[in-house]
């Protein structure tokens, strides 16, 4: 069955530094989401991708965040200058269609630490 | 802006007892609800979902859930729990068209054998 792979599965890093992380959808999918978690919060959305552009960000996605389709594959988070909150796991997602009916499909996450 | 509440965060029960996990949204608005589960080390996978037609639907692993309007809510049961349904729940919305999840803080099961 066909899944979102995300690398790295850990990511460490130091404030201020900036960090990318990897996601590669699933193949037949046109739209492309990115999610966060908190330890001990609730997940939340931050960004969603549609045809080379952002169709749609939260409160949360400000300008030290964005979104990359670099290739036919792969769809990257880019922090510029990371926060201690930035910590947190990131959950990248893709969908065949917008909205209903289309289900959203999880990575498994890139755990963020900022020291 | 809407919201989901999942009133349970921890729930023990032992094999075989029945299950019900609370899911309460705001919004004024046509939603579409989903159930996700979280097994220990996964990723988050699709429980179920509704988007129109019969409130009562049914999902992967004996789960269904309920679908009321006038509640806004959509509680997740399963009839018999197995050790295997240990993990953690999440109910999420979104709105008709719209691209956004909108996630609950989640119930983690635990089933003791």
């Known amino acids: 069955e066909p899944e979102v792979t995300q690398t790295p599965s850990h990511q460490v890093t130091q404030m201020g530094q900036e960090v990318i992380l990897h996601c590669v959808p699933i193949?037949?999918?046109?739209?492309f989401y990115w999610y966060r978690q908190i330890l001990g919060q609730k997940v939340e959305f931050l960004v969603s991708?549609?045809?080379?552009?952002?169709?749609?960000k939260s409160e949360i996605f400000d300008d030290q965040f964005s979104v990359e389709r670099p290739d036919g594959s792969n769809f990257t988070l880019k922090i510029r200058s990371t926060k201690l909150e930035d910590s947190a796991m990131y959950f990248c997602?893709?969908?065949?269609?917008?909205?209903?009916?289309?289900?959203?499909?999880f990575g498994p996450g890139t755990r963020l630490t900022v020291l | 802006a809407q919201s989901v509440s999942q009133h349970n965060h921890h729930v023990i029960l032992s094999e075989a007892a029945s299950l019900e996990l609370g899911c309460n949204y705001s919004?004024?608005?046509?939603?579409?609800l989903f159930w996700y589960v979280q097994y220990p080390g996964q990723h988050l996978q699709l429980l179920l979902k509704?988007?129109?037609?019969?409130?009562l639907v049914k999902g992967i692993k004996g789960f269904e859930a309920e679908f009321i309007k006038s509640k806004f809510s959509f509680n997740l049961r399963k009839p018999s729990v197995q050790w295997s349904d240990t993990a953690e729940y999440f109910c999420?919305?979104?709105?008709?068209?719209?691209?956004?999840?909108?996630f609950g803080g989640g119930t983690r099961l635990m089933v003791k054998p």
């Open positions: 997602a893709s969908s065949e269609t917008s909205g209903a009916p289309g289900e959203q499909f």
């Open positions: 193949s037949n999918h046109l739209y």
């Open positions: 991708f549609y045809n080379n552009e952002i169709s749609e």
């Open positions: 919004y004024g608005g046509t939603v579409n």
């Open positions: 509704y988007f129109s037609g019969d409130p």
């Open positions: 999420a919305v979104i709105k008709n068209a719209g691209n956004m999840l909108t």
